[in-house]
């Protein structure tokens, strides 16, 4: 069983750039939410993708924005890149939405923004 | 809003000694709980949950219980390894809507041989 993959890995980009992450979801799993990690920081939810419809979504400006496509895979978008944007951004899939259902991380895109 | 609040890091102990991590809680309704481990270079890992009060997850040899009275789910290990050098997130998940993790500023743990 394949576990979610991100990519890229890594990633630098200057201020007012955009950028465009990815993440394939692990097998049989239909959501996926992304978090953003800043250094030394807990991950902060982004948005949630359910089905291809988002499902909720943080305390995160329009300029973050996200797609789900018919196979579950996913991508965050970031428009008019700020300097507070560099984090390490983290796709988690899960099967269903129950709150208890185990979400699988994939080791995360670190984006740099000069 | 929800919240978690971990205690500081970072924590350093030598291989044998025992292992407390504090954490607690702010919510509305009953949350589940998690602890997840983030080892170096590589993405969070669910160390164990558990999904209603007195509940006590555990794995690898840590444990925590879910204490509704205290709002408390705090990390215990009884004999720390080197291998269990990380860092490690307290996190909530709300039941309501989105099924988003809220995560504590983590704890970063390094035990010397």
């Known amino acids: 069983e394949t576990g979610v993959t991100q990519s890229p890995t890594h990633l630098i980009k200057t201020r007012g750039q955009q950028v465009t992450l990815r993440c394939s979801s692990q097998?049989?799993?239909?959501?996926v939410s992304w978090y953003q990690q800043a250094l030394g920081q807990g991950p902060q939810f982004i948005f949630q993708?359910?089905?291809?419809?988002?499902?909720g979504r943080g305390n995160f400006p329009p300029r973050f924005s996200g797609l789900q496509f018919p196979n579950y895979s996913s991508e965050l978008n970031v428009n008019a890149l700020e300097l507070d944007d560099s984090a390490l951004y983290l796709c988690?899939?899960?099967?269903?939405?129950?709150?208890?259902?185990?979400?699988?991380f994939g080791p995360g895109t670190r984006l740099t923004v000069l | 809003g929800d919240s978690v609040t971990q205690m500081e890091g970072p924590v350093t102990l030598s291989e044998e000694a025992c292992l407390t991590i504090?954490?607690?809680?702010?919510?509305?309704?009953?949350?589940?709980l998690f602890w997840y481990v983030q080892y170096p270079g590589e993405g969070l890992q669910l160390l164990l949950k558990a999904t209603k009060a007195d509940d006590k997850g555990s794995n690898k040899g840590f444990e925590a219980t879910y204490r509704k009275e205290t709002t408390s789910f705090h990390l215990e290990k009884g004999s720390v390894q080197v291998s269990d050098s990380a860092v490690y997130f307290c996190a909530l998940s709300d039941l309501k809507g989105a099924q988003k993790l809220v995560f504590g500023q983590g704890t970063r743990l390094t035990i010397n041989p």
């Open positions: 504090n954490c607690t809680y702010t919510a509305t309704g009953y949350p589940s």
């Open positions: 097998s049989g799993h239909n959501t």
């Open positions: 993708y359910y089905r291809e419809e988002e499902n």
């Open positions: 988690a899939s899960s099967r269903g939405l129950a709150g208890n259902n185990e979400q699988f």
